[in-house]
Antibody, heavy 119, light 110 residues
Framework: EVQLLESGGGLVQPGGSLRLSCAASGFTFSSYAMTWVRQAPGKGLEWVSGISGSGGGTYYADSAKGRFTISRDNLENTLYLQMNSLRAEDTAVYYC????????????WGQGTTVTVSS | QSALTQPRSVSGSPGQSVTISCTGTSSDVGGYNYVSWYQHHPGKAPKLMIYEVTKRPSGVPDRFSGSRSGNTASLTISGLQAEDEADYYCCSYAGSYSYVFGIGTKVTVL
């Protein structure tokens, strides 16, 4: 069974940093691109960042460019999101998702980890 | 990239049909055959319901169907059931490995 388990969320002050992790199991992790999506309180889903299976390609929403870094460890089957210079508007539940091999989109999601940026 | 437009809420009685629209542009919904729909029960992991505009993953009931006309995609739930009550999000590939989601629609089963 494919499973994605996010961790690393918490309370951080504006301007601070946080690293999210997503532990993957049940599939050949290195074969799949992965994605981070977030949902701010009372808002819809927002695509944040994606990374190719090898890690050689990384992609960011404008809201994340220059502040967030996506990476992966294919030996540890883990996806990461390093978030720096955090702002109040980054407060959200962050989901990791596995991309499909057969279409542009995500086919399996984790349950999310909550990030709160507040002083 | 602006969020795709969805109605905030739709409702129906058990057994009825509801349709959720998802309006974008020719740079996303109208430009690629990569519109997906996700069901999200709060606190749970979102679930893929439709991909490539009209296709259903195995295990998703055939009560769920997708379509598109121009820059507007739609999700129809036929034979509405209590467990269908959830938030639904459309998502479109928008080129250069980027995606745009809809604002989400709350489906209420009366």
């Amino acid at each position: 069974e494919v499973q994605l388990l996010e961790s690393g969320g918490g309370l951080v002050q504006p301007g601070g940093s946080l690293r999210l992790s997503c532990a993957a199991s049940g599939f050949t992790f290195s074969s799949y691109a992965m994605t981070w999506v977030r949902q701010a309180p009372g808002k819809g889903l927002e695509w944040v960042s994606g990374i190719s299976g090898s890690g050689g390609g990384t992609y960011y929403a404008d809201s994340a460019k220059g502040r967030f870094t996506i990476s992966r460890d294919n030996l540890e089957n883990t996806l990461y999101l390093q978030m720096n210079s955090l702002r109040a508007e980054d407060t959200a539940v962050y989901y990791c998702a596995k991309d499909s091999l057969y279409f542009y989109g995500m086919d399996v999601w984790g349950q999310g980890t909550t990030v709160t940026v507040s002083s | 990239q602006s969020a795709l437009t969805q109605p905030r809420s739709v409702s129906g009685s058990p057994g009825q049909s509801v349709t959720i629209s998802c309006t974008g542009t020719s740079s996303d919904v109208g430009g690629y055959n990569y519109v997906s729909w996700y069901q999200h029960h709060p606190g749970k992991a979102p679930k893929l319901m439709i991909y490539e505009v009209t296709k259903r993953p195995s295990g998703v009931p055939d009560r769920f169907s997708g379509s598109r006309s121009g820059n507007t995609a739609s999700l129809t739930i036929s034979g509405l059931q209590a467990e269908d009550e959830a938030d639904y999000y459309c998502c479109s590939y928008a080129g250069s490995y980027s995606y745009v989601f809809g604002i989400g629609t709350k489906v209420t089963v009366l």
